[in-house]
């Protein structure tokens, strides 16, 4: 089906920039920006790919992968999100549900 195609196409490129995101140093995430996006076509949908950061109140720093899909005629849309939490030694874990909920 053409929808579940955008979506799996959506959901593979997060998480390989997710990934990507993943293998840099600390030190470079520490640098990126708040937020970034860039609109991408996949079988001619636009969508709004944004990587979102933030330092948690623990001095953690959130990084979220976001893509943004716009429904039918503009009335709806899907949220697409993926991400990880990391601190200064390095450790890398998921977000909760609770961090996601925001970019969702």
């Not at 996949?42 to 948690?56: A, C, G, Q, Y």
């Not at 716009?70 to 200064?88: K, S």
Request: hydrophobic share 35%; net charge positive; aromatic share 10%.
């Amino acid at each position: 089906m053409f929808s579940k195609n955008i979506s799996k196409l959506i959901t593979t490129t997060i998480g390989e920039r997710r990934e990507a995101l993943a293998h840099k140093s600390f030190d470079d995430l520490t640098q990126l920006p708040n937020l970034s996006s860039e609109v991408l076509s996949f079988e001619r949908t636009k969508v709004t790919i944004s990587v979102w950061h933030d330092v948690l109140p623990s001095r953690d720093h959130r990084v979220v992968v976001q893509a943004y899909k716009p429904g039918f005629l503009g009335l709806w849309g899907r949220m697409y999100v993926d991400g990880f939490v990391i601190n200064a030694r390095t450790e890398k874990r998921k977000l909760t549900p609770e961090e996601r909920t925001p970019f969702s």
